[in-house]
């Protein structure tokens, strides 16, 4: 009605004589998954998180207060996370309302590590110098091919959060967060590389820390 449309007739509710006119069936998550996290897909991202709220809500709405944040808090609550330190108020973390801290990240991704199902996202991540939103970072570097992670930019924050493997053959979880900074998004980027490449090359048993 408020779009100049009207409907006329009655709503009748499916009934045991009733016929399937079409059915679609979505590619499987750890498809879905890849088309989201390699390229940052935002819609992809908004649109899972109000899933998440209708699986366990019984409606699907976004925003700090939607059911899918509270379905994601509760979630990240269970797991031992400091959801004081965590606002949550999109998927895509596109709002200036989305708060948390690397330690946040840094435990949930250390989570997903230990669960049966890491091997479809640490797959789903952009590989760095292979693909995604990674294909032209780290080039020619031992964290090309090897770190699997997450990027991040609106303007004034830019970060990179996953896991990379060191020269010993550990891997590692990191999250790299920079907040209000005046530069163009080069240089936090040049950063977070660094660090990386940094990460691929260490070496518990050089610096004479072996277990």
Do not use: W
């Amino acid at each position: 009605i408020k779009e100049g449309v009207s409907i006329g007739g009655k709503t009748l509710a499916p009934s045991s004589s009733s016929v399937n006119l079409a059915q679609h069936t979505s590619v499987p998550l750890t498809d879905m998954l890849k088309l989201l996290n390699k390229p940052s897909d935002n819609l992809i991202a908004e649109c899972l998180l109000k899933t998440v709220g209708a699986v366990k809500k019984g409606q699907g709405t976004s925003g700090a207060g939607g059911t899918g944040s509270q379905a994601s808090r509760e979630f990240f609550f269970s797991i031992g996370m400091d959801v004081s330190r965590l606002n949550q108020a999109d998927g895509s973390g596109l709002s200036r309302l989305n708060f948390v801290s690397p330690r946040c990240l840094v435990h949930l991704l250390a989570y997903l590590h230990e669960q049966p199902t890491f091997a479809a996202f640490y797959d789903s991540l952009p590989i760095a110098g292979v693909d995604g939103s990674l294909r032209n970072r780290m080039k020619s570097t031992a964290a090309a091919g090897n770190c699997h992670a997450k990027t991040g930019y609106v303007s004034r924050a830019s970060s990179l959060s996953g896991y990379i493997t060191t020269k010993d053959g550990e891997m590692l979880v990191f999250s790299i967060l920079m907040n209000n900074h005046l530069t163009s998004n080069a240089l936090p980027v040049s950063i977070q590389d660094k660090i990386a490449v940094m990460l691929a090359g260490y070496s518990r048993k050089s610096d004479g820390h072996a277990e």
